[in-house]
């Protein structure tokens, strides 16, 4: 960078994170304000809100996985890094923890409609991403066992590996909508949906029975 600062900059490296990358960003931040305009509710500035939060939290994601992965297979191959090494994975783990549990902490106080199509999709990424390196670890573990040829430790990686799509897997196990609500059929009052008796008129047949009275004292009179 210091000596020849343009090929840097201009370079493979230079042109991937420094151009292509922003164009993904827009692109998938147009693509998920399309799809959250079609949620009833939604609102512009939530949803923008929601899909950045959702982006931080898989980078959180990501650093959490870069020291943890390789603690794990530490411990499984019994070999142990400088204390050193031990710190800057511990660093680089709470700073993922913490960017994750504050981008989730700050999504979900927004409506429910704007964080719909951006939660999940990243709910549903999480877990892609889990059962892939599942069933890839799996298959390699299988397919050592059935060729052979393995070296000392081979199953070190392979597991690790299973292990930590098992965790995303399950973590993202049961994914509910955003929105979804409990209906409960017990009804507020208990006199409220009673159905109501029709009322029985009682007055008619008494005026017919005064009305057949009078009649037949006109008759009496007459007959008198």
Not at 18 to 44: D, E, H, N, Q, Y
Not at 187 to 199: A, D, E, G, I, Q
């Amino acid at each position: 960078m210091i000596d020849n600062p343009l090929s840097t900059v201009f370079g493979t490296v230079g042109i991937v994170y420094g151009l292509i990358m922003p164009v993904v960003l827009i692109l998938l931040f147009a693509l998920f304000l399309i799809a959250s305009s079609m949620s009833p509710g939604a609102k512009a500035r939530n949803t923008a809100q929601a899909m950045y939060c959702t982006i931080m939290m898989s980078i959180g994601v990501l650093l959490m996985t870069i020291s943890a992965i390789p603690t794990v297979t530490s411990v499984l191959a019994g070999e142990s890094y400088a204390s050193e090494t031990y710190l800057g994975l511990l660093i680089v783990f709470a700073a993922g923890g913490s960017i994750f549990l504050w981008h989730d902490h700050w999504i979900r106080t927004l409506d429910p409609a704007s964080r719909l199509v951006p939660s999940l999709i990243f709910l549903f990424t999480v877990k892609t991403i889990g059962t892939l390196i599942t069933l890839l670890a799996g298959l390699s573990v299988i397919l050592t066992l059935t060729l052979g040829g393995a070296e000392y430790g081979w199953w070190i990686m392979p597991l690790t590996l299973f292990l930590y799509g098992a965790v995303l897997f399950i973590s993202t196990g049961s994914v509910r909508s955003p929105t979804s609500k409990k209906f409960s059929f017990t009804p507020l009052c208990k006199t409220c949906f009673k159905p109501k008796m029709p009322k029985v008129i009682t007055a008619a047949p008494t005026r017919k029975t005064i009305t057949k009275k009078k009649a037949t004292k006109r008759t009496s009179n007459k007959k008198k």
